[in-house]
């Protein structure tokens, strides 16, 4: 038994189409506490505050209630539970009796609002039971909106192909992130479209300048109902005042979960006859070519470095590199590496 095991815990939730995510938080719940008040949110309360096409999108409160009911007979028989229609975001978490929280990533600040309420009232704050997210193959958040979309199914199995968008009309990209997401989703199908950039940034310096393009090239390839969204940005970097240039790619992922994530490439030295064309604020594709290099050598298959080294290394190859480490976070809660459930004690909070 858990040491911050409580007598009576709540948590709440639509429940519309329940799938492992919603057992993911029931378990933590029953695991932490002896009874647990499950909150359903009822019509009224989904009509509230801009929810009203999320209310007509979800099942009737009393089929979501007959369907929890069954799932919680069947996967936790023996259990002390009990259903809270919930038409606020409270339920019983504001009742004195009420000793935990159990929570999401989205829900954990209702649970410290709960507290911050609590105490004024000078009722003893909860513990927050924070249950992470439960990923599905496609490494984005099982939830019922996926569900109704049919995008995967309630073990989070993908039912369709994984759509990709590249900030970039550049091949050479397009080839890494897709050489990343065949490597990141295994035996899932994905679709990689390159979306253009707009006016971008012709020459960024430094990782503040990179990172600010590739986020930017993410947010725009998200749109149209993607999956994921991939910004890629070279950049120059140098070391010291007066020391030698780098190229780097800096990398931006945003998920249609809302999730952001950033890694880099691996740096190389540029050659002194290609910095010196840099330092007239030059592009790398110009320095290259002034250097005696190919037109438009970044958009050339394995782009400068393939150039550079004779096809050793290539830049499709840096950058499918890059984004797969971006995604260490989801890859170690994929692979449980990381705590699914942290108890937030309300001593220290």
């Not at 719940?29 to 359903?40: K, P, R, S, T």
């Not at 909860?126 to 249950?131: K, N, V």
């Given at each position: 038994?858990?040491?911050?095991?409580?007598?009576?815990a709540?948590?709440g939730g639509?429940?519309?189409r329940i799938?492992?995510g919603?057992?993911?938080?029931l378990?933590?719940a029953?695991d932490?506490?002896d009874?647990?008040?499950i909150?359903?949110?009822?019509?009224q309360?989904?009509?509230?505050?801009?929810?009203?096409?999320k209310?007509?999108?979800?099942r009737p409160?009393?089929e979501r209630?007959?369907?929890?009911?069954?799932f919680?007979n069947?996967r936790?028989?023996?259990r002390?539970?009990?259903l809270i229609?919930?038409v606020?975001?409270?339920?019983?978490?504001?009742?004195?009796?009420t000793?935990?929280l159990?929570?999401s990533?989205?829900?954990l600040?209702?649970?410290?609002l709960?507290?911050q309420?609590?105490?004024?009232k000078?009722v003893?704050?909860?513990?927050?039971i924070?249950?992470?997210?439960?990923?599905a193959?496609?490494?984005?958040r099982?939830?019922?909106?996926?569900?109704?979309q049919g995008k995967?199914?309630?073990?989070?199995?993908?039912?369709?192909p994984?759509?990709?968008?590249v900030?970039?009309?550049n091949?050479?990209?397009?080839?890494?992130?897709?050489?990343?997401?065949h490597a990141?989703?295994?035996?899932?199908?994905?679709?990689?479209?390159g979306?253009?950039?707009g006016?971008?940034n012709?020459q960024?310096?430094?990782?503040?300048e990179?990172?600010?393009?590739?986020k930017?090239?993410?947010?725009?390839a998200?749109?149209?109902?993607?999956?994921?969204?991939v910004?890629?940005e070279?950049?120059?970097l140098?070391?010291g005042?007066?020391g030698?240039?780098?190229?780097?790619?800096?990398i931006?992922?945003?998920?249609?979960?809302?999730?952001?994530?950033?890694?880099?490439?691996?740096?190389?030295?540029?050659?002194?006859n290609?910095?010196?064309?840099?330092?007239?604020?030059r592009?790398?594709?110009?320095?290259?070519?002034?250097?005696g290099?190919?037109q438009k050598?970044?958009?050339?298959?394995?782009?400068?470095l393939?150039?550079?080294t004779?096809?050793e290394i290539s830049?499709?190859?840096?950058?499918?590199?890059?984004?797969?480490a971006?995604?260490v976070?989801?890859?170690a809660?994929?692979a449980?590496?990381?705590?699914t459930?942290?108890?937030l004690?309300?001593?220290?909070?």
């Amino acid at each position: 038994m858990p040491k911050d095991h409580v007598r009576r815990a709540v948590m709440g939730g639509t429940f519309d189409r329940i799938h492992v995510g919603h057992e993911a938080l029931l378990r933590a719940a029953f695991d932490h506490a002896d009874e647990v008040g499950i909150g359903l949110t009822t019509e009224q309360f989904l009509r509230k505050g801009g929810r009203s096409r999320k209310a007509g999108l979800v099942r009737p409160f009393d089929e979501r209630r007959v369907a929890l009911q069954a799932f919680l007979n069947e996967r936790f028989p023996g259990r002390e539970w009990y259903l809270i229609p919930l038409v606020d975001q409270w339920g019983a978490a504001l009742e004195p009796k009420t000793e935990a929280l159990v929570v999401s990533e989205e829900t954990l600040p209702v649970g410290e609002l709960a507290n911050q309420l609590r105490r004024r009232k000078r009722v003893r704050p909860l513990t927050l039971i924070l249950r992470h997210a439960v990923l599905a193959e496609d490494l984005l958040r099982v939830s019922s909106t996926r569900l109704r979309q049919g995008k995967i199914d309630r073990e989070g199995r993908r039912l369709s192909p994984v759509r990709i968008g590249v900030g970039s009309t550049n091949s050479v990209k397009r080839a890494g992130v897709e050489a990343a997401f065949h490597a990141l989703l295994e035996r899932t199908p994905v679709v990689v479209e390159g979306v253009s950039p707009g006016r971008a940034n012709p020459q960024p310096w430094g990782l503040e300048e990179g990172f600010e393009g590739a986020k930017r090239r993410a947010k725009l390839a998200l749109a149209d109902d993607r999956d994921w969204g991939v910004g890629v940005e070279a950049t120059i970097l140098r070391l010291g005042k007066e020391g030698p240039l780098y190229d780097v790619h800096c990398i931006a992922v945003s998920g249609a979960d809302g999730v952001e994530l950033t890694g880099l490439s691996s740096a190389y030295p540029l050659p002194r006859n290609i910095s010196r064309q840099l330092e007239g604020r030059r592009t790398l594709e110009d320095a290259v070519r002034l250097a005696g290099g190919p037109q438009k050598v970044g958009h050339t298959t394995g782009g400068a470095l393939a150039f550079l080294t004779g096809n050793e290394i290539s830049r499709e190859d840096i950058i499918a590199g890059a984004i797969r480490a971006a995604f260490v976070p989801l890859l170690a809660r994929r692979a449980e590496r990381l705590p699914t459930v942290e108890v937030l004690s309300a001593k220290r909070r």
